[in-house]
């Protein structure tokens, strides 16, 4: 008896791309907080900066409100935006939080888990424990066939802290 090793092949493909770069995103992914709390965790798509003002206002106070106005200087299919915006109060006492806790962005990530796109973008800053949740998102999404690469903004006080968060 003797024992048979099995021929492996390998073949490698080219995705065909129809735009002339390559490395331009498609979709874009946009989680953040906007001027109002009325479209909370619920995916919505624009293919146009004008459109997604319509929807989300245009205060460039508002740090996603400028991420939306950076997105659309790109050569992209469209922006699928989360808002993450929650409140408090009411009437004339309305006070709107707009950063990116660890929880709001779990259910943001929730919702857009099963919609393809090329690029998440958060619009607000990250900490250690948001890249941990981000890079685990982006894993499952990578072992599920549908990658995606992040982008945020992340500020740290000493050298080591960097050395600490690009470890994360």
Known sequence: ?????????????????????????????????????????????????????????????????????QIFREDITGCLIVNVTTSTGSGDNINYQRNVTKTKL???????????????????????ELIVELDGFCGNRFENKRPCGYIGVGTRASAAAYITTSEK
């Open 106 to 128: 779990l259910e943001a990530l929730a919702t857009v888990n099963l919609i393809d796109f090329d690029l998440l973008y958060i619009a607000s800053e990250l900490t250690d």
């Open 1 to 69: 008896m003797t024992n048979k090793i099995p021929k492996i092949t390998v073949k490698s493909e080219i995705k065909k791309v129809d735009n002339t770069n390559p490395l331009i995103k498609d979709v874009v992914c946009l989680i953040g907080g906007f001027e109002d709390d009325k479209t909370v965790n619920t995916p919505t798509f624009c293919s146009t900066l004008t459109e997604a003002e319509k929807i989300f206002g245009d205060d460039d106070t508002i740090d996603a409100n400028l991420a939306l106005k």
